[in-house]
T-cell receptor, first 114, second 112 residues
Framework: DAGITQSPRHKVTETGTPVTLRCHQT?????MYWYRQDPGHGLRLIHY???????DKGEVSDGYSVSRSKTEDFLLTLESATSSQTSVYFC?????????????FGSGTRLTVV | AQSVTQLDSHVSVSEGTPVLLRCNYS??????LFWYVQHPNKGLQLLLK??????LVKGINGFEAEFKKSETSFHLTKPSAHMSDAAEYFC??????????FGTGTRLQVTL
């Protein structure tokens, strides 16, 4: 399995503060994704990256930004955290050069905005 | 646009009885479809995937799914439920740029 780690695993932050979540992979995969999981919604795509410095928006990108300056790291930033961004955040990588071989997910970051 | 509909938000079965979790999809092209499982407070694990090679797909832990293009369905089944199957299950569709579209999930409860 591809090595993928998310940090931190848990975070509590105050409304209005910036927060950065990190996703790190060890196997040089090109595609990386950030999803949020909320009850009744499944997982929804926030942003994704298809290479270093190549990123694009997903369906729920408002209030979030991303950066990918190295292949192995994909950072998600909440520019000014709000209570509606309390969620569990998952990073994912695509495991091969095509879409058919599956995706690997990180263990998730549980973020609480108070 | 593409979408995934999981027809049941919650399914309860007795241990040893069959499991059926229903999924319908909408896609303008030939899709790749997946089922993922998430145990409580855990990440997501791939159960199985359909990629047009065979319409009946076998996965891990005795699960299988059948792709039916005419019905735009990809239902997940297992002949005999085990207590360890209790989890949330997601039907997932790939799209452009390999982005995944998730269903809203089905919580499977297994009772003695």
């Amino acid at each position: 399995d591809a090595g993928i780690t998310q940090s931190p695993r848990h975070k509590v932050t105050e409304t209005g503060t910036p927060v950065t979540l990190r996703c790190h992979q060890t196997e040089n995969h090109r595609y990386m994704y950030w999803y949020r999981q909320d009850p009744g919604h499944g997982l929804r795509l926030i942003h994704y990256s298809y290479g270093v410095k190549d990123t694009d928006k997903g369906e729920v990108s408002d209030g979030y930004s991303v950066s990918r300056s190295k292949t192995e790291d994909f950072l998600l930033t909440l520019e000014s955290a709000t209570s509606s961004q309390t969620s569990v955040y998952f990073c994912a990588i695509r495991d091969s050069g095509t879409a058919v071989d599956g995706y690997t997910f990180g263990s998730g970051t549980r973020l609480t905005v108070v | 646009a593409q979408s995934v509909t999981q027809l049941d938000s919650h399914v309860s079965v007795s241990e040893g009885t069959p499991v059926l979790l229903r999924c319908n999809y909408s896609s303008s092209y030939s899709p790749s479809l997946f089922w993922y499982v998430q145990h409580p407070n855990k990440g997501l694990q791939l159960l199985l995937k359909y990629t047009s090679a065979a319409t009946l797909v076998k996965g891990i832990n005795g699960f299988e799914a059948e792709f039916k293009k005419s019905e735009t369905s990809f239902h997940l089944t297992k002949p005999s439920a085990h207590m360890s199957d209790a989890a949330e299950y997601f039907c997932v569709l790939t799209g452009t740029a390999s982005k995944l579209t998730f269903g809203t999930g089905t919580r499977l409860q297994v009772t003695l």
